[in-house]
């Protein structure tokens, strides 16, 4: 009886071992947790001074790639139109110098693709300045759109986070049960031990 007993304080001993592992186990997964927490809060505050809300930035950067592809289009069309149009004030340039139109044998004065020059100088102008605009819109839509993928970046880091908490609760969950069972386990050792230690020692009275 009496080795039974020390088999069973050893057994209690292991039990409470184990409990206290599960114990630092779990405090160290909810530290863990913890600073996920507190990293998921850092992604989100990216999105404080964005007209963005949580879960919607892949949707917004698509906006924007397809608004940078509109301003794309129409930056190309006034570009190709502006180079017509300054081509036309070239040659028309040259007639005026020659004094005659080459193609339809008219004084230069009488030609009308040649009296226009000043009109078309001044749509020059106008194109000119709206090739600048529309440059400049769409590298202030490029540039929206850096900062929409850092927030794409952001929101699927921040979903990680989140998996990774839950499986981290889980665990959690998990070595908090363990604690409880073994140390139900080293209770229940230590009574048997107990017990062992009062019979042998009864056992020798008699």
């Not at 292991?14 to 114990?23: G, I, K, P, S, T």
């Not at 949580?54 to 397809?66: D, I, K, M, P, S």
């Not at 004065?109 to 078309?120: F, T």
């Not at 959690?172 to 042998?200: M, P, S, Y």
């Amino acid at each position: 009886l009496d080795t039974q007993a020390e088999e069973a304080d050893a057994a209690a001993k292991d039990a409470e071992v184990a409990a206290e592992d599960a114990e630092a186990a779990a405090e160290d997964a909810e530290a863990t947790r913890d600073e996920l927490a507190d990293e998921q809060s850092t992604l989100r505050a990216k999105f404080e001074d964005t007209p963005i809300e949580v879960g919607e930035a892949a949707a917004h950067r698509e906006q924007l790639q397809e608004r940078r592809q509109e301003l794309g289009e129409r930056e190309a069309e006034t570009k190709a139109t502006l180079n017509n149009v300054q081509k036309s004030v070239a040659e028309a340039g040259e007639l005026r110098a020659e004094g005659n139109c080459p193609t339809c044998g008219q004084p230069v004065g009488y030609a009308p693709h040649v009296n226009d020059i000043d009109e078309q100088r001044e749509r020059i102008s106008v194109l000119e300045s709206e090739l600048d605009e529309l440059r400049e819109q769409r590298e202030a839509v490029t540039d929206d759109i850096a900062t929409a993928t850092e927030l794409v970046e952001a929101e699927s880091k921040r979903a990680e986070l989140e998996t990774e908490r839950e499986r981290l609760a889980d665990r959690i969950e998990t070595h908090r049960e363990t604690v409880h069972e073994k140390r139900e386990t080293a209770d229940q050792q230590r009574q048997t031990a107990e017990g062992k230690r009062t019979a042998a020692t009864e056992r020798r009275d008699a």
